[in-house]
Antibody, heavy 121, light 110 residues
Framework: EVQLVESGGGLVEPGGSLRLSCAAS????????ISWVRQAPGKGLEWVSS????????YYADSVKGRFTISRDNAKNSLYLQMNSLRAEDTAVYYC??????????????WGQGTLVTVSS | QSVLTQPPSASGTPGQRVTISCSGS????????VNWYQQLPGTAPKLLIY???QRPSGVPDRFSGSKSGTSASLAISGLQSEDEADYYC???????????FGTGTKVTVL
């Protein structure tokens, strides 16, 4: 069974940092692109970042470029999102999602349950 | 501000056919496949349509996608009460070099 489990969310002050993790199981992690998608309270979905299977290509939304860094460790079946210089508008539930076998931008067929990040003083 | 525009709401009675539109541009819908997601309240999104109208395993064939030029549509036929949810279109944007979601449509079953 494919599973994605996010962790690392919590309350952080503006300007602070947080590192999210996503533990994957039930599939060959090293063969798939993975994405982070967020959803602010009561708002729609916003794509954040994607990383290809071997980390050869990395993409970011303009809203997080230069502040967030996506990475993965295929040996540990894990995905990460380092978030720096956090702002109030980064408050959201963050989901990690596996992209289909067609790669980044092809759609995400499995999603984690999400982890809540709250940026507030 | 999303580059893919959807109507904020749609509704229908059980058994009816409901269609949701998604308007984009040549750099996203016009040149890439369109994905559709369903999000039930309090849950993670679920992929409904990918790769030129393919459905993941378990998604009923009541859901179908289509595209014409820079617009796309999701049709739900035989509407059921459990279809009451938020629906999002999405596509890769070649100009932005990012994946973009639509503004979302809330479907209500009357």
């Amino acid at each position: 069974e494919v599973q994605l489990v996010e962790s690392g969310g919590g309350l952080v002050e503006p300007g602070g940092s947080l590192r999210l993790s996503c533990a994957a199981s039930g599939f060959t992690f090293s063969s798939y692109s993975i994405s982070w998608v967020r959803q602010a309270p009561g708002k729609g979905l916003e794509w954040v970042s994607s990383i290809t299977a071997s980390s050869s290509y990395i993409y970011y939304a303009d809203s997080v470029k230069g502040r967030f860094t996506i990475s993965r460790d295929n040996a540990k079946n894990s995905l990460y999102l380092q978030m720096n210089s956090l702002r109030a508008e980064d408050t959201a539930v963050y989901y990690c999602a596996r992209d289909t076998r067609y790669g980044s931008g092809s759609g995400s067929d499995y999603w984690g349950q999400g982890t809540l990040v709250t940026v507030s003083s | 501000q999303s580059v893919l525009t959807q109507p904020p709401s749609a509704s229908g009675t059980p058994g009816q056919r409901v269609t949701i539109s998604c308007s984009g541009s040549s750099s996203n819908i016009g040149s890439n496949t369109v994905n559709w997601y369903q999000q039930l309240p309090g849950t993670a999104p679920k992929l409904l349509i990918y790769n030129h109208n393919q459905r993941p395993s378990g998604v009923p064939d009541r859901f179908s996608g289509s595209k014409s030029g820079t617009s796309a549509s999701l049709a739900i036929s035989g509407l059921q009460s459990e279809d009451e949810a938020d629906y999002y279109c999405a596509a890769w944007d070649d100009s932005l070099n990012t994946y973009v979601f639509g503004t979302g449509t809330k479907v209500t079953v009357l």
